[in-house]
């Protein structure tokens, strides 16, 4: 009995520009993510250990009639302004985007999920007071 193959999910790809160009959706997130780990006071993106490979699993896009709608989700550094931060982080993201692949944004959404304590004077006091 021959065995049935199962398919492959093909990755999802963009076709969004007049000449054919067609630009895999993870592209457009490692695009992303690299701009907002620009930003000062980003500690990470994404909720994965820092420095790791897949910080682009931290972004995710949509694309809504020809512009992208941007979710960016990151981690800031203790004592830093976070409105601050995630306007510079919106501002950064859109910019890298629209420069680099020619897509106009629409949205970038920022999420903050967690606060860094890592090498603030207050954390390593709190650390060892007991």
């Known amino acids: 009995m021959a065995e ?32 907002a780990t620009e930003v000062d006071g980003v500690y990470n993106v994404g909720s994965g250990p820092k ?6 699993k931290g972004v995710k896009v949509k694309l809504q009639d020809n512009s992208a709608v941007c979710d960016v989700s990151i981690s800031v550094k203790f004592g830093e302004n976070i409105k601050e931060v995630a306007g510079n982080v919106q501002k950064n993201v859109k910019r890298s985007i629209e420069s680099m692949l020619g897509l106009k944004v629409n949205i970038v959404n920022v999420h903050v999920i967690g606060v860094d304590f890592e090498g603030s004077a207050g954390a390593k006091t709190a650390v060892t007071m007991k």
């Open 4 to 35: 049935k193959k199962v398919a492959k999910p093909v990755k999802e790809t963009v076709d969004y520009t007049d000449d054919g160009v067609r630009i895999s959706n993870d592209v457009i997130c490692v695009v992303g993510a690299l701009a």
């Open 51 to 56: 420095g790791k490979k897949n910080i682009y």
